[in-house]
């Protein structure tokens, strides 16, 4: 089976096969995840003005159910480079909204592309222009898996079919940590914020953001020990619980915790907050703080590693790590199970 | 059991809720399901009131985090503060803590009952050890409680065995609750396969089938009183509604140690020391690292103990619990912590119950309970006692390192010589020490003196007629022991007053 790097390099004819013969994609595998996309086969100067990588996004609407995304703008900062969105106004630049949907008789398509879903963009709110009339059917690479997609557009003109040779690819990428105000209406968000104003527990987007640096550093993993990485796990059901589920008393105590962690650095010799360490400086800040003879900020670690690893330990691919091997047997200690009396 | 358990869904219950019955019962814990059980078989009509909802195994999950938002009072994160802050944990769920707990089941020991007796005349001539001996037994036949099957027991409570022998320490398998438990190791998260008979499981099915009505969603907030005597308990469903249920003939307070002592301080009943003498079993807990799979999280989740130093206050448990769980209580951070926890199957962590002297208290606060308990200084040393016990015990169970976890002293130990070092070196202060506390007592202490007690010794109110107290609130102290089977057995004999009256 190619992966997704395998096609960088495929030609029209061999991307088409595999569009063909692609595979199902289960769209519970990507609710709720943001792809790293990769477009294939453009001329190069088609790419220096417009793009060689972006991101597609997968959002299930919770009023409608349905399954929305949209795309956002990377810097072009090259193929291997970590994803950086665009910004304007500090907000990531997207554009190109879609709905996905399973291929279905009312939908026009080229002979043979029903092997998986379909990206709709005509379907969800759109400026006037050719992503009206632009569908790209979307197939998994590998069987069962979702983690990496081909796609490709085709264009829906007077109920004709025209294919064209934008394919690109989707590489499961993180979980989405925003929805445009295009799915989220200005009145939703509105509440919301009014709902984050009589709440004053609720930790902000930005400390989220803190508490998950420092969830990832204390667990340190995605590394050679083999385990999954922190920024690799699905983190939803951990702060829709933590949101609301613990005692106020817990919640209002995290803030100067999770602020203690994020700031003692700069008076701790290292001159600047957690967030801007470099993973050794961080390293050891934690184990510094380990041994600290503050029992505040001791806690404040404790407290941190165990959200961490209640985080961590939710995603389902984590969890299997763990449940996959068989008890050890100690058969041999059975007679030695009951002592009365004993010698204490 | 796949059916509804309840008749009432407080989620959907919008409007006001009217109700009455012979008896209303606060809280579908152990306490307040034997009492709705033992009055429906008796022919009086009950009404259960819980806050929590009802949860089917089909819907327990084994994700700790999830299960402990679902199914935990404050997803577990309830804070005794005091000279060491603790968690206790509480169920709220139909069924009450039974659904999340170990299934540990003991009975009151004799020493225990005596002393009570010692200590207050008119409570030993009006509760005989006999008489709790022949509840206690009624109950554990209806819950099946036997000693756990070595064939599920799995290897952290095998190990535990092993090193107690080596140490020529009394122990034993612990009995447990359960029918067809199969080790899954999921007690704490509500067993899956509704092998651990809970309340949900057993009492409340079988008070349901006699009559009893359960109501869950309900959050009681006051008990309605007039004239000296209780007529009611009002409160609001989960869904924001009001509601009253008016008892023709008795209220019944089962809702913990906790929410008891605060419900009659909100009601105005604040006879007696209600809500102080809050007594209960501080829990520490020591890791060990085995050269072998040790699979924490599975085999029975609480399958064998350590008995021989109970005369010291000290009983050792093996824990069971979620891999999350498991990985907050191995040490260090970073990449060390990265790699320990790819080898997270050769961890074990055993803990200690503290029979512990400390008295706290109980008082209802802005928006929850403000629990105050701090250790005495004999709490603390008989804490680090524990803790090189553990140390000792894991040692001699093979473990290649121990971990303290107390600061100021190695973090590491490998032998029992250096163990014992803990005994004289470890710290005193009670802060140092990552404790929790389980077993609630004494908040509405029974007994025959008002000024010194809340209710009689018939379990009645001091001040207030027709209104009783079933839950381990009524404890005059600790027990040393897990209070499971005394609770639903005090709680029998509790209904049994309510029916003769």
Known sequence: ?344 | MSARLCELDGREVRATLEAEADVVIVGSGPAGATVARTLAQRGVSVIVLEEGHEAQPKDFVASGVRAMAALYRDMGTSIAFGNVSMPYLQGRVVGGTSVVNGAISWRLPREIVEAWSAADRALGEALTYDEIAAAEARVEERLNVRPTDPAIAGAKNLLLGKGAEALGVAHRPIRRNVDGCVGEGRCLQGCPHGAKLSMDRSFLPDAVAAGGRIFAGMRVEHVVHQRGRARAVTGKTAAGARFEIRARRAVVLAASAIQTPCLLRRSGLTQGPVGDGLSAHPGVSVTGRFDAPVRNWRGATQGHEVTGHRHEGIKLEALGFDVSLLATRVPGVGQDFARRLAELDRYAVWGAAIRARALGSVRPGPTRPLVRYSLTDEDVRTTRRAVRILGDTLLAAGAREVYPGVPGFDAVVRDPAHMARFEAEGSLVAGDYAMSMTHLFGTARMGGDPAKSVVRPDFRHHATEALYVADSSVFPGNLGVNPQIAIMALAELCADRVARS
């Open chain 1, 1 to 344: 089976m190619p992966t997704a790097r395998d096609l960088r390099t495929a030609s029209h004819r061999v991307l088409r096969e595999r569009i063909l013969d692609g595979h199902p994609v289960d769209p519970a595998q990507l609710e709720g995840w943001a792809y790293r996309g990769t477009s294939l086969g453009l001329p190069t100067v088609v790419e220096k003005l417009t793009w060689k990588t972006f991101q597609k996004t997968f959002w299930r609407d919770p009023r409608s159910g349905r399954l929305f995304g949209w795309n956002v703008r990377l810097e072009q900062d090259g193929l291997d480079a970590p994803s950086r969105p665009k910004l304007r106004r500090g907000k990531p630049v997207t554009e190109w909204n879609y709905e996905v949907i399973a291929p279905s008789a009312d939908v026009p398509r080229p002979r043979g592309f029903d092997r998986g879903l379909i990206i709709d963009y005509s379907r969800a709110k759109n400026a006037p222009g050719p992503m009206r009339v632009t569908k790209d059917p979307l197939v998994a690479l590998s069987p069962g898996s979702a983690d990496e997609l081909l796609g490709v557009s085709y264009l829906v003109v007077a109920g004709r079919c025209l294919e064209t040779p934008t394919y690109f690819t989707l590489e499961r990428e993180h979980r989405i940590d925003f929805v445009p105000e295009v799915f989220a209406p200005a009145h939703e968000a509105d509440a919301e914020q009014a709902a984050r104003g009589l709440d004053p527990l609720k930790l902000t987007a930005l400390e989220r953001g803190w508490a998950e640096e420092l969830f990832a550093a204390i667990l340190a993993t995605g590394g050679d020990e083999g385990l999954p990485s922190f920024a690799s796990i699905d983190r939803t059901a951990f702060w829709h619980a933590f949101a609301t589920a613990p005692s106020p008393m817990v919640r209002a105590g995290l803030r100067p915790m999770l602020h203690t962690l994020v700031f003692l650095p700069v008076v701790s010799g290292f001159g600047k907050p957690f967030f801007l360490l470099s993973e050794e400086e961080r390293a050891r800040f934690l184990a510094k703080v380990a041994g600290d003879s503050r029992y505040f900020v001791r806690q404040s670690l404790v407290t941190l590693k165990t959200l961490a690893c209640f985080a961590y330990f939710d995603d389902p691919k984590v969890r299997a790590r763990f449940d996959a091997a068989p008890i050890a047997p100690i058969a041999p200690l059975a007679p030695l199970m009951t002592r009365e009396g004993g010698a204490s």
